[in-house]
Nanobody, 122 residues
């Protein structure tokens, strides 16, 4: 059984910063890509950032230059450092990861966290 739990969301002022964390736990053999998504009310869910196991990164155009995704493989954790936040960044942020568990069935699957609310407002 694998679980992903996000933390670090909250209320910040425009121009502020926030760091999100997502920790995977359970019977984990390996984790490949890890990602951050967000979904604002009335909007489709969008991919914000992704990172491979060896550290290559991709960002959505809306956040490039402001957000940084990173990971700690020893902790099975992915982070999203968000700087220069804008009101349009307000959304529920969710992480996912491609995980191979140690228990049967021993195949890769994509797991999702439940999300953490980020609100950017003055």
């Amino acid at each position: 059984q694998v679980q992903l739990v996000e933390s670090g969301g909250g209320l910040v002022q425009p121009g502020g910063s926030l760091r999100l964390s997502c920790a995977a736990s359970g019977s984990i053999s390996s984790i490949n890509a890890m990602r951050w998504y967000r979904q604002a009310p009335g909007k489709q869910r969008e991919l914000v950032a992704a990172i491979t196991r060896d550290g290559s990164r991709n960002y959505a155009d809306a956040v490039t230059g402001r957000f940084t995704i990173s990971r700690d493989n020893a902790k099975n954790t992915v982070y999203l450092q968000m700087n220069s936040l804008k009101p349009e960044d307000t959304a529920v942020y969710s992480c996912n990861a491609d995980v191979r568990p140690t228990v049967w069935p021993n195949r890769y699957n994509t797991y999702w966290g439940q999300g953490t609310q980020v609100t950017v407002s003055s």
